[in-house]
């Protein structure tokens, strides 16, 4: 008899966005002519830009060459678009990095939702709340985190650390024992950062306590201020303790068509049962030689476009556009009195929900009163209670409209 894996049983229904559609299409089906504008899912509208556009169909011709054909390539990536990332993205600020501490994916979902199949099954999991859900479910279908407690909202074999504006979004440090140390910064779904300062308390921490950080950095290119730091490298032995994940996605428009990477450096360390030290970098390459298969050739002949000196301004451009439609939100709700957070170094903006709304009850507002869609904090977990996450992603146009509508409600 073929049985189930009974912790996929555990996972509570992806309950956020079904509600989410469920409202907009009851709505839709009451205001059948309603202009809707979407403020809620956090994907890229605008085009790929040229530089990478006309290195996919150079991509194109190769492929469709006898001469220069490819068939299956490195799993871990080509070693052009490595080594520009090295290049790139850690030399230019001071990181050394080897060609094979950077293993090229087909996205950083699959990247952090895989990873912890190389670590133990008793090992005590730390997420962020609010948090991006990919980290809890994952480690709940691998049968990490226990049972969900319908009282509390929450699975009680996993350490919940809040953010909020009480502590101004700044995690504090687990009071208990943990393993293993989800961090996302820029933060989805709060927009905030940690100064290198905050990031150095994680990373002396993870040293001090043999843990390890899965550092997802999704949203690095948003950065703008000087002072934040790109990568978790940046802070001095980082590399005996942290993972970084770098997704293509947010940054040149590739949610579509999936490139991202992740370092996993040769000095990080974790423990067999005897507790001899093992290099994760030896068992990532293990796990991504045997299920995974690399990443189309085309995909990364686009993807190395993104550092040519055209690739670079164009980025810059699109980060630009959508970075102007944060700014737009913030200042824009802040005038309106709201309390707005994130929306300066990355593409999201958090705000608290006014006269004590529930994050429910805001979106029903913004969807009936407004015919806007965003997205309830309180789906990101329990701490999101009372906040709402809006995404700078959308055109211009439609986040100007969006504005005016929001303008015109009683607040
Ligand atoms: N990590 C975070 C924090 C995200 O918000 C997202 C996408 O929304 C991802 C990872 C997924 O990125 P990718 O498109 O590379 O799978």
């Keep these: 008899m073929a049985k189930i894996n009974g912790n996929y049983l555990e996972l509570q229904g992806s309950y956020l966005f079904a509600e989410i559609a469920k409202r907009r299409t009851k709505f839709m089906s009451e205001n059948p002519g309603a202009d809707i504008i979407s403020l809620g899912i956090g994907d890229v509208t605008r085009p790929l830009t040229p530089a990478v556009v006309s290195s996919l169909h150079a991509g194109v011709d ?5 001469k220069t054909f490819r068939g299956y390539g490195p799993e871990q990536g080509y070693d052009f678009l490595i080594e520009t990332i090295i290049e790139h993205d850690y030399k230019a600020r001071g990181i050394s990095l080897e060609k094979n501490e950077v293993f090229v994916s087909d996205g950083s979902k699959c990247d952090v939702g895989n990873i912890q199949e190389i670590f133990s099954q008793d090992s005590i999991v730390a997420v962020m709340d609010p948090v991006y859900p990919v980290y809890v479910d994952s480690n709940v279908m691998a049968g990490r985190a226990g049972h969900f407690n319908p009282e509390t909202k929450r699975y009680d074999g996993i350490v919940y650390i809040p953010t909020h504006a009480e ?6 440090l687990p009071t208990q024992k943990v393993d293993l140390i989800y961090l996302c910064y820029p933060n989805n779904p709060t ?66 068509v999936r490139c991202a990477y992740t370092v996993v450096p040769r000095e990080l360390k974790a423990y067999d049962e005897s507790g001899n030290a093992v290099a994760l970098n030896d068992l990532w390459n293990r796990r991504q030689t045997t299920k995974f298969n690399g990443v189309s050739y085309i995909t990364q002949v686009g993807a190395a476009a993104v550092y040519t000196e055209e690739g670079r301004q164009q980025i810059k451009q699109l980060v630009d556009y959508y970075m102007t439609n944060a700014k737009m939100i913030r200042d824009g709700l802040a005038s309106l009195g709201l309390e707005v957070f994130g929306g300066v170094n990355a593409p999201y903006i958090w705000l608290k929900t006014p006269n004590g709304l529930s994050s429910w009850e805001f979106f029903d507002k913004l969807l009936t009163e407004a015919n806007i869609v965003g997205t309830p904090g309180v789906g990101f977990g329990r701490n999101g209670e009372g906040y709402f996450r809006l995404t700078a992603f959308g055109s211009r146009e439609n986040t100007q409209r969006a504005l005016e509508r929001i303008n015109k409600l009683s607040l």
């Excluded at 190769?62 to 006898?66: A, R």
């Excluded at 502590?167 to 504090?172: A, D, E, L, T």
């Design 62 to 66: 190769e492929m469709s060459n006898e």
């Design 191 to 256: 927009g905030m950062t940690l100064s290198k300062e905050e990031l150095k308390k994680w990373v002396d921490y993870a040293r001090d306590n043999k843990c390890v950080i899965l550092y997802d950095s999704a949203y690095e290119a948003y950065i703008q201020e000087e002072d934040v730091p790109h990568s978790i490298y940046e802070v001095e032995g980082a590399k005996e303790v942290a993972i970084e994940f770098r997704s293509f996605s947010k940054t040149a428009g590739f949610t579509g």
């Design 167 to 172: 502590n101004q979004f700044i995690p504090s």
